[in-house]
């Protein structure tokens, strides 16, 4: 396969999001020819709004950067291995307490601006239709890969894809928070000087809030869309979903107050939502946990009943929107190669992992393994003790009852025989650095 760039064609990329931009880098990197094949902007996905490599759609944290969390673990594994996207996330990294957050808009812009402009990589702008019959290819097109991309994986698999929902938050102007209302503060930190813009509630203003959430009218779902709203990715359900699960869900939820003081009262509020910064000019600041698929002037109705954002400018509103992911387990091998089809790789939300930091992950390791096939050597399997092996064995483990997407978490380690809680996961952490050390010096 040849390239407009006259360079012989090693891997062809489907898809520049986060696990294809980080797959194309470690292939690149390795002085090794791209071709990455994105649709956007011509054929849109109606949740990206830009068309920028990368666009982080549904919030702009990456997770936490604690390295006793399983998603500060996973970013310790991701940068001894060269993750670019990580790398660049801290450069553009906002204020969000223990999270990792970046300014969503230059964070895109310096990855497209990198991997447009570099020699070794043939950008074509158009929809993948179907998968490239020869060469290799990994397929990182994402979980709102276009119909006609779908149809033709679905033809070539032979079995059914899987699907849920996702939703995305809203996104307010700064200047329009009330802040002799709304307060900065970290949980448990000290007052005033927080990463997080605090709106507290007394219980008064929080029945009033979910009474008026749980009758707003939300966006008309079809028939099928009904039925399968089982299967919204529980990180990601949209608020009036979880309200409609108990009058205190949200409170244990995402208006959770613990490690909170409202400075106006010297108390615990009732309820509290959170705003988390999103760009570096601290302009803009979105809802934390507050996705949601209500109507856009019922959003704008409710959301401006939560004290400091009565007057709230919304500069982007919360929206639901159609997920796909493959069955992996049945598909997949823990190198994501096709078990039916050894030389195309799957990565990122279609291969069955969620989450920013998890999809990056992936990327990386189908790029990896691109380039050892290149090589002629054998693909990499990931030890299940190191986070990053324990995700994929997760995902390729042909005994699961139901496949449902996953983030990196402690729960999917085995562990160590009678040890629980803090004990249990001291243990996960200490033997998966042990591991990772050993398995990064056998590379």
């Known amino acids: 396969m040849t390239s407009r760039k006259n360079k012989t064609i090693g891997v062809t990329v489907l898809g520049a999001g986060l696990a294809g931009t980080e797959a194309v880098y470690q292939l690149i990197r390795r002085q090794i020819p791209v071709r990455l094949?994105?649709?956007?902007?011509?054929?849109?996905?109606?949740?990206?709004?830009?068309?920028?490599?990368?666009?982080?759609?549904?919030?702009?944290?990456?997770?936490s950067n604690l390295p006793d969390r399983a998603s500060g673990l996973l970013k310790e594994e991701l940068r001894l291995l060269g993750s670019y996207i990580i790398d660049v996330a801290y450069k553009y990294r906002v204020p969000a307490g223990n999270a990792l957050a970046v300014d969503r808009g230059a964070f895109a812009r310096e990855i497209?601006?990198?991997?447009?402009?570099?020699?070794?990589?043939?950008?074509?702008?158009?929809?993948?239709?179907?998968?490239?019959?020869?060469?290799?290819?990994?397929?990182?097109?994402?979980?709102?890969?276009?119909?006609?991309?779908?149809?033709?994986?679905?033809?070539k698999?032979?079995?059914?894809?899987?699907?849920?929902?996702?939703?995305?938050?809203?996104?307010?102007?700064?200047?329009?928070?009330?802040?002799?209302?709304?307060?900065?503060?970290?949980?448990?930190?000290?007052?005033?000087?927080?990463?997080?813009?605090?709106?507290?509630?007394?219980?008064?203003?929080?029945?009033?809030?979910?009474?008026?959430?749980?009758?707003?009218?939300?966006?008309?779902?079809?028939?099928?869309?009904?039925?399968?709203?089982?299967?919204?990715?529980?990180?990601?359900q949209p608020v009036e979903i979880i309200a409609e699960s108990g009058i205190d869900s949200l409170r244990f939820g995402p208006m959770k107050p613990v490690g909170l003081v409202d400075p106006n009262t010297g108390k615990r509020p009732y309820a509290v939502v959170q705003l988390r910064q999103d760009n570096l000019l601290a302009s803009l600041y979105n809802l934390v946990g507050f996705q949601?698929?209500?109507?856009?002037?019922?959003?704008?109705?409710?959301?401006?009943?939560?004290?400091?954002?009565?007057?709230?400018?919304?500069?982007?509103?919360?929206?639901?929107h159609r997920n796909s992911y493959i069955n992996a387990p049945k598909l997949l091998t823990p190198t994501l190669q096709l078990k039916k089809d050894s030389r195309i790789m799957f990565a990122g939300q279609l291969c069955g992992v969620e989450g920013y930091t998890e999809s990056a992950a992936t990327g990386l390791v189908a790029g990896m393994n691109a380039v050892r096939m290149l090589?002629?050597?054998?693909?990499?399997?990931?030890?299940?003790?190191?986070?990053?092996?324990?995700?994929?064995?997760?995902?390729?483990?042909?005994?699961?009852?139901?496949?449902?997407?996953?983030?990196?978490?402690?729960?999917?380690?085995?562990?160590?025989?009678?040890?629980?809680?803090?004990?249990r996961k001291a243990q996960i952490i200490k033997a998966a650095r042990r591991t990772f050390r050993e398995f990064c010096d056998s590379l």
Not at 41 to 51: E, I, Q, V
Not at 135 to 150: C, E, F, R
């Open 375 to 423: 090589q002629g050597k054998e693909p990499v399997v990931f030890p299940p003790e190191t986070m990053i092996g324990s995700l994929l064995h997760y995902i390729t483990f042909d005994g699961h009852k139901d496949f449902h997407p996953m983030n990196a978490n402690f729960g999917i380690f085995k562990g160590e025989a009678g040890m629980k809680g803090d004990e």
């Open 157 to 236: 698999l032979g079995i059914g894809h899987l699907e849920f929902f996702d939703a995305i938050a809203p996104l307010v102007s700064t200047e329009s928070i009330n802040m002799e209302i709304a307060f900065k503060a970290d949980r448990y930190g000290e007052g005033d000087k927080g990463d997080y813009i605090n709106c507290p509630m007394n219980k008064e203003q929080y029945l009033a809030f979910v009474d008026a959430l749980l009758k707003a009218e939300r966006i008309e779902l079809s028939k099928l869309e009904k039925e399968e709203r089982k299967k919204f990715f529980n990180a990601c």
């Open 112 to 155: 497209t601006r990198y991997l447009k402009g570099h020699t070794l990589i043939d950008f074509v702008n158009d929809e993948a239709t179907e998968i490239p019959d020869d060469g290799l290819v990994i397929v990182a097109t994402g979980p709102l890969t276009s119909p006609t991309l779908l149809q033709s994986i679905k033809k």
């Open 292 to 320: 949601t698929n209500l109507k856009h002037a019922e959003q704008k109705r409710v959301f401006r009943m939560i004290p400091g954002l009565e007057k709230a400018e919304f500069i982007r509103l919360g929206q639901m």
């Open 37 to 63: 094949v994105e649709m956007r902007p011509k054929h849109t996905t109606g949740a990206h709004t830009s068309d920028q490599f990368a666009e982080l759609v549904c919030s702009n944290s990456i997770g």
